[in-house]
């Protein structure tokens, strides 16, 4: 099957700070990739469409100079958040279109903690 | 803009009931819903998809149906166990290649 991998599963950093959330299709090229966002006891919100070798596309309300999402090659997307502070502290997943697929397939999220 | 609701918020039952977890969503003009289990702290396990020409999938004691014209869907469990305690969340997507959209998710307690 499908797998999407994210590294790191969990990360602690000090506020003012920048952090690299890496999202990987293992074993299928992925146009498409999406970031979300969940909050404690909340669903998952979309942040942004990243699509390679282009800019991504924000959803409203998300700061694109402060999530910088790059999609550099078929198998590969990175969000940094930068200048992170206690409030961009959540749970994020990505997910992957799969080519030719009916369904996306999600990593297994990262949690980020801004002390 | 599309909207997915699940009712209830959670549900709490005794091991062995059967059950159903309901979604519902605002714009019938969907190409796939999908159900998902998520695990306190943990990643999303894709349980059952359906396109949107299908009316029922199933996997084991999941069974999962799609209603289109009402904007409905439900995943019914059968003989609940302790290990199917979690969230399960119902997300539909539009398009192909289109982000998916979640519901807030029903948080199941299964009793021993």
């Known amino acids: 099957g499908a797998v999407v991998s994210q590294h790191p599963s969990w990360v602690i950093c000090k506020s003012g700070t920048s952090v690299k959330i890496e999202c990987r299709s293992l074993?299928?090229?992925?146009?498409?990739m999406f970031w979300y966002r969940q909050f404690p006891k909340q669903s998952l919100m979309l942040m942004a469409t990243s699509n390679e070798g282009s800019k991504a596309t924000y959803e409203q309300g998300v700061e694109k100079d402060k999530f910088l999402i790059n999609h550099a090659s078929l198998t590969l997307s990175t969000l940094t958040v930068t200048s992170a502070h206690p409030e961009d502290s959540s749970f994020y997943i990505c997910s992957a279109d799969g080519q030719g697929a009916y369904e996306q397939y999600f990593g297994p999220g990262t949690r980020l903690t801004v002390t | 803009k599309q909207e997915v609701t699940q009712i209830p918020a959670a549900l709490s039952v005794p091991e062995g009931e059967n059950l159903v977890l309901n979604c519902s969503f605002t714009?019938?003009?969907?190409?796939?819903l999908q159900w998902f289990r998520q695990d306190p702290g943990k990643g999303l396990t894709s349980l059952l998809l359906i396109q949107s020409s299908q009316r029922e999938q199933t996997s084991g004691r999941l069974n999962a149906s799609l209603d289109k014209s009402s904007g409905r869907s439900t995943l019914y469990i059968a003989a609940s166990q302790p290990g199917d305690s979690a969230t399960y969340l119902c997300a539909v997507g539009l398009q192909a290649g289109t982000a998916l959209i979640f519901g807030k998710g029903t948080t199941l307690s299964v009793s021993s």
């Open positions: 074993d299928f090229q992925a146009t498409t």
């Open positions: 714009d019938s003009a969907i190409y796939n």
